[in-house]
């Protein structure tokens, strides 16, 4: 990753580190003073040029217009927060997409116990996949340089069925293709408001029928590789799939992968930036369970699939800039953690609320449907090919936790002072990092940075906006993301180590030294 392609959509790092920029108003003088200290010798993951990524619904490519090479706004939101990012396609809707390669085939009959209940939330009737899809899927991956991970139906779907689209988009994507992925959070069949599989139904059935249809998918591709589970939310399934399915698969699994969503259900009051922006002790205690199993087993994982708040997210709380501190917050703590790849999901809201049984419970009121169907309230990027596409916050959050892309993350010491406060150190080939991010909402910190070892003057990039509730005015870098100006394009101050460093509530600093 060279500085200019990842760090950037224009400009040099000599430009930003020369010019400067007036400081935004920050906080008044009683700032709590913190200290922060970085390990250099201990490393505790590197990450990946790849690990980044966006997660949409499979059912997203029924309309072959949006997901194209010619599809340049889109495009260059995709490429402006990385050249090597990874797309998931799957999601609900995953599980009643079928596969239509001529128009006198016929929808299978659907079969799914939860449609016409009241509180089933999967999708209430099916979406046809074309082969011009993924056709034109493929020029949109070589124009973003992204390749893809592609989900195929486990929960209505049968194996020779998802043998036969395998087979189709092996041969479209080529090496576009990083793997398929067999269902969409199984653990949660039996559920009651999912309905795809009876109550008895648990992990034993899922692996059996997972491996038929990898099996039926390898008969017609022999070269096809595979991810899963692909989990809802159990670590447990995680771990028991790394462990039985491995034997199973050999070198055809290449990585195992789960969800995770922070609040929910949106319609909650309990779904609100103070609590987002808590540290959430489940983080921790689910990687510490997959990781160990993931290494013995020569496996990476990712979290395919994860956003502020399930079921389209919340307006207000999803959209705003409390929702980029907190992804560029769990971006970096999955990668300390060992996470080798991050995808958030996203989308317009009819799509999403077509995925979730024709509902959007993140909405407050009319003026929030009508915004949600440029893009659903957790959605990273929002629009449409007629009105343009334009950044959502958190955007600006996955752009700043890209910038430590192909580093080596280091264990930090931070004495916070009591400031809901976190830190985040790296080192690569293109130099080092540090990101501090203060997710408090009442207190300011004042960060002593003299005990960090061969760390001279840095460019120093800031993510903020008027309030942790605000869905405008957000910037990294001191600007906004606009396609009407080339994009983005950000000034830098530069820091020197031997003075505190005021990191305002509600905000980030990053720090990056060539």
Same mark, same amino acid.
Request: overall charge neutral; charged content about 20%; hydrophobic content about 40%.
């Given at each position: 990753m060279s500085l200019d392609r990842r760090q950037f959509c224009g400009a040099s790092f000599a430009t930003l580190v020369a010019s400067g920029f007036a400081a935004p108003a920050l906080a008044d003088q009683a700032a709590v003073k913190a200290r922060l200290r970085i390990v250099p010798d201990e490393e505790l993951h590197r990450l990946p040029a790849s690990y980044a990524g966006f997660s949409i619904e499979l059912s997203t490519l029924e309309d072959p217009t949006i997901y194209t090479g010619t599809n340049r706004g889109l495009i260059d939101l995709f490429r402006c927060l990385s050249h090597d990012g990874i797309l998931r396609i799957g999601g609900n809707s995953s599980e009643f997409c079928w596969w239509k390669p001529a128009d006198d085939r016929q929808p299978p009959k659907l079969a799914a116990a939860g449609i016409g209940q009241a509180d089933n939330w999967m999708p209430q009737s099916l979406h046809a996949i074309t082969p011009p899809a993924i056709r034109n899927l493929r020029t949109f991956l070589d124009a973003t340089g992204w390749t893809c991970i592609y989900g195929l139906n486990l929960g209505t779907g049968a194996p020779p069925i998802d043998a036969e689209e395998a087979a189709f988009v092996a041969g479209a994507l080529g090496p576009k293709l990083r793997y398929f992925q067999i269902g969409n959070e199984p653990d949660f069949y039996r559920e009651g408001n999912n309905r795809l599989r009876p109550s008895n139904w648990g992990f034993d059935d899922y692996l059996r029928e997972w491996v038929a249809i990898a099996d039926a998918i390898s008969a017609r591709v022999p070269q096809a590789r595979f991810g899963g589970p692909d989990v809802g939310s159990s670590a447990d399934w995680v771990v028991r799939f790394a462990r039985q399915a491995k034997p199973a698969m050999g070198d055809r699994l290449v990585e195992l992968s789960g969800h995770y969503y922070a609040e929910g259900p949106p319609d909650s009051a309990?779904?609100?930036?103070?609590?987002?922006?808590?540290?959430?002790?489940?983080?921790?205690?689910?990687?510490? %369970?997959? /990781?160990?199993? *993931?290494?013995? =087993?020569? &496996?990476?994982?990712?979290?395919?699939?994860?956003?502020?708040?399930? +079921? #389209?997210?919340? %307006?207000? /709380?999803?959209? *705003?800039?409390? =929702?980029? &501190?907190?992804?560029?917050?769990?971006?970096?703590?999955?990668?300390? +953690? #060992?996470?080798s790849g991050i995808n958030f999901h996203g989308g317009a809201g009819n799509v999403i609320s077509a995925a979730l049984g024709g509902r959007m419970p993140g909405a407050r009121n009319a003026s929030d449907l009508a915004k949600a169907q440029l893009g659903s309230f957790y959605s990273p990027v929002a629009g449409n090919r007629t009105v343009g596409y334009r950044a959502r916050p958190l955007l600006?959050?996955?752009?700043?936790?890209?910038?430590?892309?192909?580093?080596?993350?280091?264990?930090?010491?931070?004495?916070?002072?009591?400031?809901?406060?976190?830190?985040?150190?790296?080192?690569?080939?293109?130099?080092?990092?540090?990101?501090?991010?203060?997710?408090?909402?009442?207190?300011?910190?004042?960060?002593?940075?003299?005990?960090?070892?061969?760390?001279?003057?840095?460019?120093?990039?800031?993510?903020?906006?008027?309030?942790?509730?605000?869905?405008?005015?957000?910037?990294?870098?001191?600007?906004?993301?606009?396609?009407?100006?080339?994009?983005?394009?950000?000034?830098?101050?530069?820091?020197?180590?031997?003075?505190?460093?005021?990191?305002?509530r509600a905000s980030a600093a990053l720090l990056l030294q060539a």
């Amino acid at each position: 990753m060279s500085l200019d392609r990842r760090q950037f959509c224009g400009a040099s790092f000599a430009t930003l580190v020369a010019s400067g920029f007036a400081a935004p108003a920050l906080a008044d003088q009683a700032a709590v003073k913190a200290r922060l200290r970085i390990v250099p010798d201990e490393e505790l993951h590197r990450l990946p040029a790849s690990y980044a990524g966006f997660s949409i619904e499979l059912s997203t490519l029924e309309d072959p217009t949006i997901y194209t090479g010619t599809n340049r706004g889109l495009i260059d939101l995709f490429r402006c927060l990385s050249h090597d990012g990874i797309l998931r396609i799957g999601g609900n809707s995953s599980e009643f997409c079928w596969w239509k390669p001529a128009d006198d085939r016929q929808p299978p009959k659907l079969a799914a116990a939860g449609i016409g209940q009241a509180d089933n939330w999967m999708p209430q009737s099916l979406h046809a996949i074309t082969p011009p899809a993924i056709r034109n899927l493929r020029t949109f991956l070589d124009a973003t340089g992204w390749t893809c991970i592609y989900g195929l139906n486990l929960g209505t779907g049968a194996p020779p069925i998802d043998a036969e689209e395998a087979a189709f988009v092996a041969g479209a994507l080529g090496p576009k293709l990083r793997y398929f992925q067999i269902g969409n959070e199984p653990d949660f069949y039996r559920e009651g408001n999912n309905r795809l599989r009876p109550s008895n139904w648990g992990f034993d059935d899922y692996l059996r029928e997972w491996v038929a249809i990898a099996d039926a998918i390898s008969a017609r591709v022999p070269q096809a590789r595979f991810g899963g589970p692909d989990v809802g939310s159990s670590a447990d399934w995680v771990v028991r799939f790394a462990r039985q399915a491995k034997p199973a698969m050999g070198d055809r699994l290449v990585e195992l992968s789960g969800h995770y969503y922070a609040e929910g259900p949106p319609d909650s009051a309990d779904a609100n930036i103070a609590n987002l922006l808590k540290t959430d002790p489940k983080i921790a205690e689910r990687m510490a %369970a997959i /990781m160990p199993v *993931a290494r013995k =087993a020569g &496996l990476a994982f990712r979290m395919s699939e994860t956003n502020s708040c399930f +079921r #389209g997210g919340k %307006a207000g /709380m999803s959209d *705003a800039l409390a =929702a980029a &501190l907190w992804g560029m917050d769990y971006m970096l703590e999955l990668g300390s +953690r #060992g996470c080798s790849g991050i995808n958030f999901h996203g989308g317009a809201g009819n799509v999403i609320s077509a995925a979730l049984g024709g509902r959007m419970p993140g909405a407050r009121n009319a003026s929030d449907l009508a915004k949600a169907q440029l893009g659903s309230f957790y959605s990273p990027v929002a629009g449409n090919r007629t009105v343009g596409y334009r950044a959502r916050p958190l955007l600006y959050g996955m752009m700043a936790a890209e910038q430590f892309a192909g580093a080596s993350l280091q264990r930090t010491v931070l004495d916070t002072g009591g400031v809901n406060l976190t830190a985040y150190a790296g080192s690569g080939p293109n130099g080092k990092r540090i990101a501090i991010i203060n997710k408090d909402l009442t207190k300011d910190a004042l960060v002593d940075l003299t005990s960090v070892p061969d760390f001279a003057r840095a460019a120093l990039w800031r993510l903020a906006g008027p309030s942790p509730s605000s869905t405008l005015g957000v910037t990294l870098g001191d600007e906004e993301v606009s396609p009407s100006r080339s994009l983005w394009a950000p000034r830098a101050n530069t820091s020197s180590l031997d003075k505190p460093l005021l990191v305002p509530r509600a905000s980030a600093a990053l720090l990056l030294q060539a």
